[in-house]
């Protein structure tokens, strides 16, 4: 194996192996960290999906250095920490010290910072993160349910979460290509820097980041970084070309909507699902902790469809999403409609349902440990940054799992003509 990573999403994990995939890799995406005896000698990298961006972060470290051990075992040659492209977490973390103990563990001095995603519109500039025109601070996610962003300097929301030096790269630098990135590093080693914010407004930049990062223990960022990388195992002649390799087709059966994001572009899509006519149904959090809304019921609800295919959505905005957590608590709410619409995926994938697609991070976690699916093939991509996927372990089931903001205001209509 040639790259080991670390997610600390689902979607996250799949948005990065998709990014390896189309670079010639062979990717097999693992739900947790692998137990047992572990084929994986046909695996050119190996990604790690844990759930780990808002739980507390003494456990995301402890679970990312269980990970880090398993990835070292399988004789990855570099580490990947994979958080999201607009930098989600909380002031306490976890990036910052998840990347500390992954530094410690690989004994690396330096490694870089970089969420970008130009293709996605995330780019970075002096140390700013933006999506599309706003900065970080000034977009949706100020609003996010688990992780607000309210800032959008790079190096000091970094510098709130770790002890210690967080340098920047900037653009004007990057621009001049691989080698000045590279020699930007070692200044900054000397200069007893650990973490360098590096600027990405294109792809070339990532291109450049990637080369340049060739000999680094441990790399930090989203899946934009990555597609560089598969290109320096190339070039040390580790690589073949496996491209189109992954192509199982989905199994038959019916197909289901979950939607638990209230990002921007979910609620969008939710909107633009309605409007063409797919038969869809509301989960209200307060009735839940009523205790009168179960599992069951929205299962039920779901029996009783057509042929069309049915969306069940929880996706709410802002104000509403404020309401309900101030009554009942941000992680309650929010476990309880993750936990209510992976019992409802569990219920569903019973009675045959193979077709699965969720939006929303947190969401595709729980519906995927809710399915007992560990193992998943990168399939065809949809929307940039979300493929099919097939199970490879457990029963045989097609996945579409896509983080709140990604896909395009059709999302959900058009990825069903895209299944294998
Ligand atoms: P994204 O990919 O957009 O970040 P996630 O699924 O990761 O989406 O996070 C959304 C979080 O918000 C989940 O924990 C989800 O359960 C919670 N949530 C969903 N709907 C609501 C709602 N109506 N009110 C409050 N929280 C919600």
Redesign the pocket.
């Known amino acids: 194996m040639l790259l080991g990573a670390i997610a600390d ?1 689902l ?1 996250g994990a799949t948005d990065l192996a998709l990014t390896l995939s189309r670079g010639g890799m062979r990717v097999v995406q693992w739900t947790g960290v692998p137990q047992g005896q572990v084929d994986l000698r046909e695996v050119d990298a190996l990604v790690i999906a844990l759930k780990s961006r808002t739980i507390p972060a003494g456990e995301a470290v402890a679970q990312s250095l269980t990970a880090a051990h398993a990835l070292r075992d399988l004789g990855a040659r570099q580490l990947f920490f994979k958080y999201c492209s607009t930098f989600d977490s909380t002031k306490d973390g976890n990036i910052g010290p998840v990347a500390d103990a992954l530094l410690d563990f690989a004994d690396a001095p330096l490694t870089i910072v970089c969420p970008a995603f130009p293709t996605n519109k995330r780019t970075i500039y002096q140390g700013h993160l933006f999506v599309g025109d706003q900065l970080l601070s000034d977009s949706p996610m100020k609003d ?3 992780t607000p962003m309210r800032d959008a300097n790079l190096v000091r929301v970094l510098g709130a979460q770790t002890k210690r030096k967080v340098g920047l790269v900037p653009q004007a630098v990057v621009a001049q290509g691989a080698a000045a990135v590279k020699a930007a590093y070692a200044q900054a080693q000397s200069d007893g820097i650990s973490y360098l914010v590096v600027d990405a407004i294109s792809d070339a930049d990532l291109l450049a980041i990637g080369t340049a990062s060739a000999d680094l223990a441990l790399i930090t960022g989203g899946s934009g970084v990555a597609l560089g990388l598969p290109q320096n195992f190339r070039a040390l002649g580790l690589l073949q070309d496996n491209t189109g390799g992954m192509r199982t087709p989905a199994p038959a059966g019916r197909a289901i909507i979950l939607a ?4 921007a572009m ?1 609620r969008q899509q939710v909107a633009a699902a309605k409007t063409a006519g797919l038969p869809s149904f509301q989960i209200d ?1 307060l009735a839940i902790a009523a205790g009168k809304l179960s599992p069951d019921d929205v299962v039920e609800w779901v029996a009783s469809q057509d042929a069309k295919t049915p969306l069940v959505y ?3 905005d802002p104000a ?2 404020a309401t ?2 101030e009554k009942l608590g941000r992680a309650a ?2 476990e309880s ?2 936990h209510l619409l992976g019992a409802v995926a569990a219920q569903l994938a019973d009675q045959g349902f193979t077709r699965f697609l969720v939006a ?4 595709s976690g729980a519906v995927v440990a809710a399915l007992g699916v560990e193992a998943l093939r990168i399939g065809p991509e949809i929307d940039p940054g979300v493929p099919w996927t097939t199970s490879l372990t457990g029963r045989g089931l097609a996945l579409a799992l896509k ?3 990604f896909g395009a205001p059709d999302f959900f209509l058009k990825a069903w003509n895209k299944l294998p």
């Not at 638990?260 to 990002?263: E, I, Q, Y």
């Not at 929303?360 to 969401?363: N, Q």
């Open positions: 999403d979607t996010h349910p688990l638990g994001s209230c990002s979910t959090p929880s996706s709410a509403d999403v309900v957590q709410v929010g409609i993750e929303g991070g947190e969401t983080s709140g903001n």
